[in-house]
């Protein structure tokens, strides 16, 4: 069964650091774009950075660049989200999603992607 999983997600103080792990099983991941989406509180879900298959390019959303970086392990079959200096409105659930298709093109609100995990919850206050 094709699945992916998160976890790390905690609660920390503004100004502090997180790393989320997403795990795939099931499928080749070399072949899959990988990325994370964010759904906050009595908000829309909105894509926050995936990586591509092959040569490994990256994408992020505007609120976190410079604050957020993604990377994977490709024998450990594993991204990683590296959030630093977390800020209030960083709080929310976060998914990973794996699909076929270039992340590029992904719907912003992740709609018709294949594979998401459950999510892992984040929340950032004082």
């Known amino acids: 069964q094709a699945q992916v999983v998160e976890s790390g997600g905690a609660s920390v103080q503004p100004g502090g650091s997180l790393k989320l792990s997403c795990v795939a099983s099931g499928f080749s991941s070399d072949y899959y774009e990988i990325g994370w989406f964010r759904e906050a509180p009595g908000k829309e879900r909105e894509g926050i950075s995936c990586?591509?298959?092959?040569?490994?390019?990256?994408n992020y959303a505007d609120s976190v660049k410079g604050r957020f970086r993604i990377s994977k392990d490709n024998a450990k079959k594993t991204v990683y989200l590296q959030m630093n200096n977390l800020k209030p409105e960083d709080t929310g659930m976060y998914y990973c999603?794996?699909?076929?298709?270039?992340?590029?093109?992904?719907?912003?609100?992740?709609?018709?992607?294949?594979?998401w995990g459950q999510g892992t919850n984040v929340t950032v206050g004082s």
């Open positions: 999603v794996a699909d076929r298709h270039p992340c590029l093109s992904w719907d912003p609100k992740g709609r018709h992607l294949q594979i």
């Open positions: 990586i591509s298959s092959d040569e490994g390019n990256t």
